[in-house]
T-cell receptor, first 114, second 109 residues
């Protein structure tokens, strides 16, 4: 069975450009997380979905970041416009449920903003 | 005070040594995760615990719900075990995932 799939793996853009990341969780997983990870630091939650509902988006910088999970399956995270400080790895994770489901992470999308 | 505390922050040991990493938490939880991240690599789930003890190969994880404490043990450590080990708990009031700061483990040959 395929794991959590993310794309693109790498993206280089100039500041003020838009960028989008896509995540396909493991089939049947209701909970989906988007995290940001800077080099040498732990993951920081951006948003958590239960099916199509964003149950925790308190850490999402809503002026430039948006996310959607319209059918409760795959998800897209968008940044518009990107800033230099957005350079990081964007991680997607999924679990069967948010109460006690095992966590599975994608390989991440590494963003470089020039 | 952080809700999830890991110790030690950094650990260097010789190949073959028995390793223990500790995690203490201050909130009610529904489950606790131990995760591993190699340098430049992705995050991999090692264990998910809600009670007792789990073993996988050379790795053992235990949890004491009453004491709000979990340990990750590595037997016969190997240089390939060098990684950051992260404890994360699911808070039972809102199912928020709270991360520890991680323990950076280096195993020298």
């Amino acid at each position: 069975e395929a794991g959590v799939v993310q794309s693109p793996r790498y993206k280089i853009i100039e500041k003020k450009q838009p960028v989008a990341f896509w995540c396909n969780p493991i089939s049947g997983h209701n909970t989906l997380y988007w995290y940001l990870q800077n080099l040498g630091q732990g993951p920081e939650l951006l948003i958590r979905y239960e099916n199509e509902e964003a149950v925790d988006d308190s850490q999402l910088p809503k002026d430039r970041f948006s996310a959607e999970r319209l059918k409760g399956v795959d998800s897209t995270l968008k940044i518009q416009p990107a800033e230099l400080g957005d350079s990081a790895v964007y991680l997607c994770a999924s679990s069967f449920n948010d109460r006690d489901g095992e966590l599975f992470f994608g390989e991440g999308s590494r963003l470089t903003v020039l | 005070k952080n809700e999830v505390e890991q110790s030690p922050q950094n650990l260097t040991a010789q190949e073959g040594e028995f390793i223990t990493i500790n995690c203490s938490y201050s909130v009610g939880i529904s489950a606790l995760h131990w995760l591993q991240q190699h340098p430049g690599g992705g995050i991999v789930s090692l264990f998910m615990l809600s009670s007792g003890k789990k073993k996988h190969g050379r790795l053992i994880a235990t949890i004491n719900i009453q004491e709000k404490h979990s340990s990750l043990h590595i037997t016969a450590s190997h240089p390939r075990d060098s990684a950051v080990y992260i404890c994360a708990v699911i808070q039972d009031s809102n199912y928020q995932l709270i991360w520890g700061a991680g323990t950076k483990l280096i195993i020298k040959p």
